[in-house]
């Protein structure tokens, strides 16, 4: 498995989205959100709302999207 730094090198996202969670992950939300799940599952979560983001569905949040962005950075940040 790549680490997780080299993964978030090879994603693409909005550069919108990233610079919403780049800015969210100085905040102690984001590092309560990464400190509380395993970063496993948040890759998991934002891979089904970059999914949904892509598929225009209803039930894509921004909001949420950001927030797991985020404690990913924030995640990434404190292992490397």
Known sequence: MTDL???LKQMYRPRLLV???RMAALTGD???RAARRPV???LA???KLNAARLGGGLGYSPTRH???MSAILNAARSVG
């Open 5 to 7: 730094s080299t993964m």
């Open 19 to 21: 610079q919403a969670a």
């Open 30 to 32: 984001a590092h309560r």
């Open 40 to 42: 496993a599952a948040l």
């Open 45 to 47: 979560e934002e891979e």
């Open 66 to 68: 950001v927030e797991v």
